[in-house]
């Protein structure tokens, strides 16, 4: 599909392939595990070599055709050149750095980062001989710091969970490429609609998809996005081997949920703009932390690279984790839950549930305080949103 068409009209079409034995407009899902060879098929598979861009489908952990449409229809999205969906935002970013480094070699990462990932990053790559040190602030400065001979990749997020900064994405690159290092950064937070990461630079794109690109809660899904080599030299090797596919049915409904993207990261912006303003008013709350904020120390760099301030509001209560618990079990709406970029408010207390495994220590590092609340706002009325965490309030 032509990469001139808008963002709107990739997402419904882009990577969609009409039935073409019945006309079918949505494509049938391939819930097959092989695929059966002829003897032609046979012949030109053993070859190895078929026609630029003939994809031969043997076998459904290294290929289906249901991952393939979705895998256009990100790249589309993200301005790659290609992608490789995964059954998990954590087994994508396990490729990603799996593509870049192999024993001995070293990452810089953001401090502040989703906790699964700093278990990744703290507890099993080490035990596989890739050392990551941690930095607070990814100044040109700390990265000097914190490189070493053997620094392949710096990874960060684009808006970090759950405290919201925003890196500065162009010093990093500059900084990155002119030490021919990778840059790997997880795009989540923000989703292709508002932020296309390769289009300043970046090299490597993750995505946990269970989040806005999937959009439904209905399922766990991740995606890497780079160059087409990278890509298709990472599903021969790595992918293949170790066999992180997503089934069949999950990629037909990431393909889904993506065709309303747009519209969904419309009303989500719009709904945590007028949330978090909302809340910045409530005697309540310390402080509300929000991109979208001209107060916020990173309404700026948002405005540079942004396409809008996306969903996420956090803010920090007068009190603990024992009121945090009080205001997010009083919710009618909201829904105490891990998970963000669904339809629903999903509403956690980080330092017990998403960064609960972090050390204390570590956590506060991350400046995740006991206080803080993290709100995924959703697509309900934004006066009813509003109205609900007003009456959970009163209860503390
Ligand atoms: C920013 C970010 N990246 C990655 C992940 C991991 O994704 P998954 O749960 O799909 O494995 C999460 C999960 O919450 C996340 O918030």
Redesign the pocket.
């Known amino acids: 599909m032509k990469e001139d068409f808008k963002f709107e009209t990739l997402a419904v079409h882009a990577g969609s392939h009409p039935d073409e034995k019945t006309g079918a407009l949505v494509e049938p899902v391939y819930m097959t595990s092989t695929f059966v060879f002829t003897p032609d098929k046979m012949e030109r598979w053993l070859a190895g070599a078929p026609q630029e861009d003939e994809i031969i489908y043997t076998y459904s952990r290294s290929r289906n055709p249901s991952q393939v449409s979705l895998q256009e229809k990100i790249a589309a999205l993200e301005h790659g050149e290609a992608s490789l969906v995964t059954a ?6 396990t490729m990603a750095i799996m593509g870049h480094c192999k024993k001995g070699d070293h990452i810089i990462s953001a401090q502040t ?5 700093f278990g990744l990053f703290t507890h099993v790559l080490p035990e596989y001989g890739i050392d990551v040190t941690f930095v607070k602030d990814l100044t040109v400065e700390s990265l000097e710091d914190a490189k070493n001979d053997n620094t392949k990749v710096i990874y960060f ?1 684009t808006i970090a ?1 759950p405290t919201l900064e925003i890196p500065e994405f162009d010093e990093i690159v500059d900084w990155a490429k002119k030490n021919n290092i990778k840059t790997v950064v ?1 795009n ?2 923000t989703s292709p609609y508002l932020f296309k990461p390769l289009d300043w630079g970046i090299d490597t794109v ?6 806005y690109i999937n959009g439904h809660g209905d399922l ?3 995606v890497v996005v780079g160059s087409k080599d990278f890509c298709e030299s990472l599903r021969k090797t790595e992918y293949m081997d170790i066999g992180p596919v997503p089934a069949p049915l999950n990629c037909y409904l990431m393909t889904r949920g993506l065709k309303t993207l747009h519209l969904r990261m419309e009303r989500h912006c719009q709904n945590a703009l007028a949330f978090a303003n909302a809340m910045s008013k409530h005697p309540k709350i310390e402080k509300v932390i929000y991109p979208g904020l001209e107060s916020n120390e990173y309404y700026n760099r948002a405005l540079k690279y942004f396409n809008g301030f996306g969903g996420m509001v956090s803010f920090v209560i007068n009190g603990g984790i024992e009121e945090a618990k009080k205001v997010i079990f009083s919710l009618k709406i909201g829904k105490p839950a ?3 970029g669904d339809l629903d408010t999903l509403v956690e207390i980080p330092a017990i549930m ?1 960064h609960g495994k972090v050390p204390k220590e570590e956590r506060e590092k991350m400046g995740v305080k006991d206080g803080l609340i993290r709100v995924s706002v959703g697509i309900e009325n934004i006066d009813d949103i509003i109205c609900d965490f007003e009456q959970a309030f009163e209860k503390i």
């Open positions: 998990s935002g954590m087994s994508a970013i980062i989703y906790g699964g990932t997020e969970n997880d989540t937070f993750v995505h946990s998809c269970t989040k766990v899904g991740g891990v998970s963000l998403t």
